[in-house]
């Protein structure tokens, strides 16, 4: 086993990196754990923001040299990746810029003498996924470091050099080394070091089954635990949205990042007969001029899937579908050229005997639904085991706050497809996982909360 850069356009082998030793993975433990202890936790806010703020100045100086390793690695549309390279200074801004402010002690109303202190925990653990190799990892690198903790990062096997660019930054930010950790380690290896005492805190983003191991061997030891773990994400479309922004949005919503995105619209929930057959042929003529190829090409929205395993999941996924009974309406097969590339595909008369009712699919496949009813489009909206993020479209506000609030997920997402910005929580319930990243909550998650309280003995 190696970490691997494969270039999903072309499938071609780019670079190969060794996993670590045990004796490497643990030095660097008792690196990152020095450097808590002695230093880190102990200095002012203002110096660990410093580091962060350097961190987003670099990134933006050096955007074009970032971008480039994420479509090489997971075959990212490049102007998408200038999109995640962006939010993800913004990220490290808006942490540096609220870092402070964040972590002041505050009073407690109606306790005198009482304060509560907001202090480092300690070692964090982060395991993260491929799909944005630099989103991911800020979520937790950008509060934590802020609030005195260090981080070990484990990246996914295929984006090793992604993985490096990302320590190389806190590095050339003047982050001490400890700080912030690239590890390329084994499974194996991840279990020892959530069951060494020193790590104090674990964060996954990834499937339900290693949401299921990880949190039992945190559990286990004791550890808090935040899990993000994907989501089937539902677009309740209501009789009075405008067809054409509705269209426009679940288009890029369940294209954009090929597909591969926690949070893309995978269903759509369409009430209205008549109003359905309208959206499935806007849709199906949308998806006809999507134009697949080169990542590198600036009028390419789809790229390819990051690997020829995901690549033959979701058709396997779409096989299975159609013989429960769907009915493919675009797409469903590889497209013939080099590379690990799927159609942009919709998927109807799904009943709840299909395994893709209650799947994840995790790439280009829409599943698409028309019912009569608020009611019938709310419990479909719920008839999955995930809960991470929802959209309604409406021109009513109101009552699309309405069926918001009857939505199961972390999140609900109103008349847009994306709405990510970093003082915003993000994070789902069900098998979607626990926890928030992102925002004050995202950054309160691994602090002790230390209550003191001061008697009055005059």
């Known amino acids: 086993m190696s970490f691997q850069s494969i270039n999903p356009a072309t499938g071609q082998l780019l670079k190969a990196f060794p996993i670590q030793s045990d004796a490497e993975v643990f030095a660097a433990l008792e690196t990152a754990d020095k450097l808590y202890r002695e230093d880190w936790r102990f200095r002012p806010v203002a110096e660990r923001i410093a580091v962060i703020a350097r961190a987003a100045k670099i990134l ?11 479509t090489l690695e997971m075959g990212k549309v490049t102007r998408f990746g200038y999109m995640e390279i962006d939010l993800v200074a913004d990220i490290l801004d808006y942490y540096a810029a609220n870092g402070e402010r964040l ?6 109303p109606g306790e005198p003498g009482a304060v509560l202190l907001s202090e480092p925990i300690g070692v964090i653990l982060a395991i993260e996924p491929w799909n944005f190799p630099y989103y991911q990892l800020v979520r937790v690198a950008a509060p934590q470091l802020i609030a005195g903790n260090v981080v070990l990062m484990k990246h996914a096997e295929n984006v090793p050099q992604c993985a490096l660019a990302f320590a190389r930054l806190f590095e050339e930010a003047g982050a001490p080394q400890g700080a912030y950790t690239n590890l390329f380690c084994s499974i194996d290896q991840i279990g020892k070091l959530i069951d060494d005492f020193r790590v104090r805190g674990v964060a996954l983003t990834g499937s339900e089954r290693a949401g299921t191991s990880v949190g039992e061997r945190a559990g286990r030891n004791l550890k808090k635990v935040i899990l993000e773990l994907g989501g089937s994400d539902p677009a309740i479309v209501m009789p009075g949205a405008p067809l054409d922004h509705a269209v426009e949005q679940i288009v890029m919503g369940r294209t954009f990042n090929s597909g591969q995105g926690c949070v893309n619209i995978k269903r759509v929930i369409v009430i209205g007969r008549e109003r359905g057959e309208q959206m499935l042929t806007a849709l199906r003529e949308k998806f006809a001029a999507i134009k697949v190829g080169d990542p590198t090409d600036a009028d390419t929205l789809l790229g390819p899937l990051v690997s020829e395993r995901a690549l033959n999941g979701l058709l396997k996924q779409i096989e299975d579908a159609e013989a429960a009974g769907g009915r493919i309406v675009f797409g469903g097969k590889r ?3 080099p590379g690990f590339y799927l159609e942009p595909t919709i998927i109807t008369d799904i009943d709840a005997q299909n395994p893709l009712y209650t799947q994840e699919a995790f790439g280009p496949v829409l599943s698409f639904y028309v019912v009569d009813t608020e009611e019938e489009a709310i419990e479909l909206a719920n008839a999955t085991p995930y809960g991470l993020g929802g959209y309604v479209f409406d021109a009513d506000v109101d009552s699309a706050r309405r069926i918001a609030s009857h939505i199961d997920s972390g999140m609900v997402y109103i008349n847009s497809c994306f709405a990510d ?6 994070g789902g319930v069900k098998n979607s996982g626990f926890g928030r990243e992102l925002s004050e909550i995202g950054m309160g998650e691994f602090l002790n909360r230390k209550l003191i309280r001061v008697a009055d003995v005059g």
């Open 335 to 337: 497209v013939a050229r």
């Open 421 to 426: 910005s970093p003082g915003l929580p993000f």
């Open 60 to 70: 933006r100086e050096k955007r074009d040299e970032y971008v480039t390793y994420p």
């Open 103 to 108: 972590l002041a002690a505050q009073a407690l």
